[in-house]
């Protein structure tokens, strides 16, 4: 249920509003642009999903950092875990009135009959593009810098269409799906999202070599939409060879579009080498809905020793909600968000133990809230 009213929201915004965030040394910004609306500035109710293991934590850094910036939002929450057979129709038509959802991670059941909630999620709402951005974050040392990657994952259909079955025992078949709608629209989105951001280059990431149908079709929606951007530059990449070049030499990647499983593969090795899936943001986003949560999937629930010692690094689910600000039409509050966490990041002395240090979730929640003032 919802935990502020919107009467008294109004009040906080009209009353006080954000500071000018200040840049970090080095720190270029950048306007991310997702689903484009207008905004008329009032408050926005959105739908939390606090998740499985890790999840209520960082969700509630997320509460604890919104309530003390006086962020124009107030959130639904609903009780949500993965080993249920399906998302509660309330928590859809929750989504679907809020247009918005933040959700910390829902464990999938590994082999079993149990359907994974993410992928319902993304089919019952048709959130067909996964957004997660890959950079380095000012002050935490990786073996790479300048990296500033992408990953644009078509999210509906290919490898997770869901269609399996046993032929006959001992023989199951899974059948990988393709269609020409899904693949331009993914190629679309992807160039216009570089066109709107400034970016420069959109690479296609395939196995069209061996999948010459499925791939084959990928790739041609993939140069059908490429021809009517020339300003863009377009490249393709077979999916081992772009392994291969991510660990090497990953400046040379600017806006990636892929096929779903290929996606999925490439954002959390991308997250790797720029800090870990603990500080990558990213969002699921449709026509109508959009949804938000840490950007890679590797250790999105973490384990029970890191929710006993509650030390989830909160940060990637932090620089989510400034994306989800900023979709919502809040670019000011995104900017004081982001720049807040980042801040902490670079000054070192609250950093979870996946990042080189000991903080616990609440110390770096405290520390990002201290960094607002």
Known sequence: MARRSAPLLRRLVS???PPAPQPLPGLARRTVTYMPRPGDGAPRAVTLIPGDGIGPLVTGAVRQVMEAMHAPVYFETYDVHGDMPTVPPAVIDSIRRN???IKGGLATPVGGGVSS?????RKELDLYASLVH???LPGLPTRHQGVDIVVIRENTEGEYSGLEHEVVPGVVESLKVITKFCSERIAKYAFEYAYLNNRKKVTAVHKANIMKLADGLFLES??????KYPGIQYNEMIVDNCSMQLVSKPEQFDVMVTPNLYGNLVANTAAGIVGGTGIMPGGNVGQDYAVFEQ???????????IVEQKKANPVALLLSSAMMLRHL?????ADWLETAVK?????????????GGSSTTQEVTDAVIASLD
């Open 295 to 305: 950007g890679a999937s590797a250790g999105n629930v973490g384990n029970e020793n």
């Open 222 to 227: 993939c140069r059908e939409v490429a021809s």
């Open 99 to 101: 247009k918005v959802c």
């Open 15 to 17: 009353a006080s509003s």
């Open 117 to 121: 909630l993410n992928m319902q999620l």
């Open 329 to 333: 039409q809040f670019p000011s509050f």
């Open 134 to 136: 890959c950079s380095n």
């Open 343 to 355: 801040r902490v990041v670079a000054e070192g002395t609250y950093r979870t133990k996946d990042l």
